[in-house]
């Protein structure tokens, strides 16, 4: 089993920033990929950015320029910085990850969501 824990959310003002922080822990053979989802109320869930073994990122457009993601593979942990903020980005920020574990399956996993809010 692999549990990922997030950290970081909160409430900040319109143009400020924060930093999402997901570690996994468990039977973790190696991380082949880490991602931040979001969803907002009566949203689906959406993809917010993805970061891969080798560091190759992706990003969803509306938060390109704004927000970074990076990761501590020895760590097993994986980061969001988010600047800019505006009140649309207000959601709940999933952390994932895909694992090989030590049967050597792929699994993905979530975690338990953190809240962020931006006021305007």
């Known amino acids: 089993q692999v549990q990922l824990v997030e950290s970081g959310g909160g409430l900040v003002q319109a143009g400020g920033s924060l930093r999402l922080s997901c570690a996994a822990s468990g039977t973790i053979l190696r991380i082949n990929a880490m991602a931040w989802y979001r969803q907002a109320p009566g949203k689906q869930r959406e993809l917010v950015a993805v970061?891969?073994?080798?560091?190759?990122?992706n990003y969803a457009d509306f938060v390109k320029g704004r927000f970074a993601i990076s990761s501590d593979n020895a760590k097993n942990t994986v980061y969001l910085q988010m600047s800019s903020l505006n009140p649309e980005d207000t959601a709940v920020y999933y952390c994932?990850?895909?694992?090989?574990?030590?049967?050597?399956?792929?699994?993905?996993?979530w975690g338990q969501g953190t809240q962020v809010t931006v006021s305007s």
């Open positions: 994932n990850a895909d694992v090989r574990g030590w049967d050597l399956r792929d699994l993905d996993y």
């Open positions: 970061i891969t073994r080798d560091e190759s990122t």
